[in-house]
């Protein structure tokens, strides 16, 4: 089945700074792919969904890159504040379940 | 409001115990799943149902059923708890036939005893 990695883990940059989040996925079959946000103690919320190329999210600050022939997935925020700090989580679609990458824990700090 | 909701939202259990996680949804999403998320396991998908009356085994269903009594309800039962199914548990509902995405309920934390 599907596998997804997910990197890095853990990650801490600057208020203002950038900050990117890369997941590989296996399976050529998957076709569709979220971002999902979790705030400590909270669910998750959707952040960002893309089955094309290249999907821009320019009002919260954050840039979302599927390169299908790498099977690569990305998250860059582009200048990161501490609002952001959170987990953040890839998932690929492939016959109706999701496959979560494992998570990054990401700190914004002043 | 929420859509997505579950009961409880803690939960100690006591080992050999039978433990009943509820999700309710007024999406009106033909699809439910039931996760579990582990530090350093990310989510896992536990059972999942395609409508009222269907469920199907995810990639991790030892231990665990699921009932589908209903469009809006879908229950995970854990018939004899054991300590390492104390876990977070969370529910979602996502549309048949849509792009796939989820949405997610609060989140039940389980300790089991």
């Known amino acids: 089945g599907e596998q997804v990695e997910q990197r890095p883990p853990h990650l801490s940059v600057r208020e203002g700074d950038s900050a990117v989040i890369t997941c590989t996925y296996t399976?050529?079959?998957?076709?569709?792919f979220f971002w999902y946000k979790q705030e400590p103690g909270a669910s998750l919320q959707l952040l960002m969904k893309?089955?094309?190329?290249?999907e821009i999210n320019e009002g919260q600050g954050f840039t979302v890159l599927l390169n299908k022939k790498d099977k690569r997935l990305s998250l860059n925020l582009t200048a990161a504040h501490p609002g952001d700090s959170a987990a953040y989580f890839c998932a690929a679609a492939n016959t109706g379940k999701l496959t979560f990458g494992h998570g990054t824990i990401l700190r914004v700090h002043p | 409001e929420a859509a997505v909701t579950q009961s409880p939202r803690n939960k100690v259990a006591v080992t050999g115990g039978k433990v009943t996680l509820s999700c309710n949804q007024t999406?009106?999403?033909?699809?439910m799943y039931w996760y579990r998320q582990d530090t350093g396991h990310g989510l896992r998908l536990i059972h999942y149902s395609y409508g009222a009356g269907s469920t199907e085994k995810g990639d991790i269903p030892d231990g665990y059923k699921a009932s589908r009594p209903s469009q809006e309800n879908f229950s995970l039962i854990l018939e004899l708890a054991t300590p390492s199914q104390t876990s977070v548990y969370f529910c979602?509902?996502?549309?048949?036939?849509?792009?796939?995405?989820?949405?997610f309920g609060p989140g039940t934390r389980l300790t089991v005893l």
């Open positions: 399976d050529p079959n998957s076709y569709y």
């Open positions: 999406n009106n999403h033909n699809n």
């Open positions: 979602a509902s996502g549309v048949l036939g849509g792009r796939y995405e989820q949405y």
């Open positions: 893309v089955f094309s190329s290249t």
